[in-house]
């Protein structure tokens, strides 16, 4: 007899048995980066090629777009229905990844060769986002296998092939597609749990603001020892302005970027006892920077930060004696929805001319991906919660949202779904750059989490109330 268990045990049996591993081996080897215009057919392989037949041996109707904005990768919609009385669920992941970076891997690893080492599966992709699409699938295949021909629920898949330039066109098509894709919910994985042993739940993800930060003071350089010590360094100014923005222990002083009245209650309250960290980069955590009083969960799940993300002044790879005639930082606000973005540009026009900066000014500013969030105490995140720990027979920590950035504002904005994302990696996989890799054992959980909540979708008392507002 078909049940649970059944399915939960041919999902592990598949795994255990290296059945994924040497599937995650054939994604991997499609080198689908959308980073790299050479690579733009090996991007619509990987759908026509590698998901397209799986999802249609499963049951699904699959289409491909082309997407909406020129010059961006395609996206497959696909769909497997079973009855309007049944819930309906969307998912969503992207086939596309970062640059390879071949020649930054350590002796022994490839970006498009899968390399097995001890826990490790090395490979791009394999946690951004290949290993983690892949995952669910597979759990919802051996679900199929077990129950038969039908499992109980409607499922809606979108898979873009240009997140890693920051989901153009996604919009677009999800503004065009809104009939066919409404759902229920949104249960989807990517990004990394709090810690690789912890099963995790983001209900959102924070944003991202962009801008430059220049000081330009002259058509050229001047010489260094006849003019230095007289004239004004831009790179000395630009590290001055900067040193208003944030102080030297990470306190961000454009006190308007942050949220107006504090941490919200439901934040504090579901990030109580929540660990961070994890693998060889919990090291880097500085307990002493950051917003002072937060928890550094509250700090990276619950609050904003600002980084500078590049710097330059005059020629570091050929430095010459001259005062340089400019200096650019590129700098990023990751936010809550707990801010407004519209306003970060004139607050911190605002700020630097109060501190005495005017000659400092604010170029290419706008928002590169919204911040979402679903109530963490929403009926699809507790009935997640419910089925995942059924399924492990352990605690899992829900987080307000994810410390990296998604498109699930597009999704809310336009479908009304609360967010369940479910994350199947950890903050260690070095996603985006030379040797990222993905870990077993918190795969095998995700896998085994998958297809118990594939089993119970398919089970009576799900939440089926489709909500205005996620």
Known sequence: MASRHGAITRALAWFDGAGFRDHLTDLVAIPSTSQDPGHKADVQRYLTSAIQPW???MGFSVEIHPNPEVGFGPILMADRMEGADRPT???????DTVRGLDDQWRDGLKPWILVEEEDRWYGRGTADNKGQH?????ALEAVLAERGSEIGC????????SE?????????????????LRADVLIASDGPRVMPEVPTIATGTRGTFHFDLVVDLRSGGIHSGHWGGLTTDPAIVLSHALGAIIDRHGKILVRDWLPANGLPAVVRAVLDGCPVGGGGEAAS???NWGEPGLTSAEKIYGWNSFIVLSMISGRPENPVNAVAPNARAH????????TDPAGFQAALRRHLDENGFDSARIENAGI?????RTDPGHPWVRWSVASMERSLGKRVQVIPNSSGGLPGDVFVDYLSVPLVWIPHSYNGCKQHGPDEHLLRAPAREGLAAYAGLWWDLGEAGTPRVRSESA
């Open 285 to 287: 955590i500085d307990p």
């Open 55 to 57: 999802l249609e041996r």
């Open 134 to 138: 892949a995952l669910n699938l597979s």
């Open 164 to 180: 890693e330039r920051g989901s153009p066109g996604l919009r677009a098509f999800v503004a065009e597609h809104t009939d066919r």
């Open 331 to 338: 700098c990023q606000i990751r936010y809550t929805v707990d």
């Open 154 to 161: 409607n499922l809606k898949l979108i898979l873009e092939t």
């Open 89 to 95: 669920v969307l998912t969503y992941g992207h086939g």
């Open 368 to 372: 590169r991906m919204p911040a979402s």
